[in-house]
Every structure is written in C-alpha cells, then in structure tokens.
C-alpha cells in the first residue's frame, strides 16, 4: 500500500491584505441603508482576517 502524501507545511502568519471599505454615494435613505450594510459586511471580513492573525500568532512559539 502506498504512503499518504505529506501534508503542506505552512510557515509563517497569513498573508496580510489591507481593508478596503466600499465606495458609496447614497442618494436617498434606501441607498444609504445599502451603503451601511455594505460597510458592516466589509468591516466584518477585516474583523475576520484580524482574527486569523491574532490566533495565528497566539498559537506562535
């Protein structure tokens, strides 16, 4: 029976990406109700990325 493949070893935090926030221009309450949810989303994924770097380096020797 053949040996299982190595599994990849990963050295080193995550690659980083800046946070971007998208471009809005709201003309009425409906268009900045998008604008606010499209903002909280975008927050949200650079909470996200936050959090994998910070356990990442919580788990560092």
Known sequence: MPSP???P?????P???RCTL????PQNNGDLQAALDAAEAD?????AQVDI?????????
């Open 43 to 47: 927050w949200a994924r650079c909470a």
């Open 22 to 25: 998208s471009a809005s221009q």
């Open 5 to 7: 493949a190595p599994l």
């Open 53 to 61: 770097i910070a356990d990442h380096q919580e788990r560092a020797p």
């Open 15 to 17: 690659a980083v990406a």
């Open 9 to 13: 070893t990963v050295s080193g935090c």
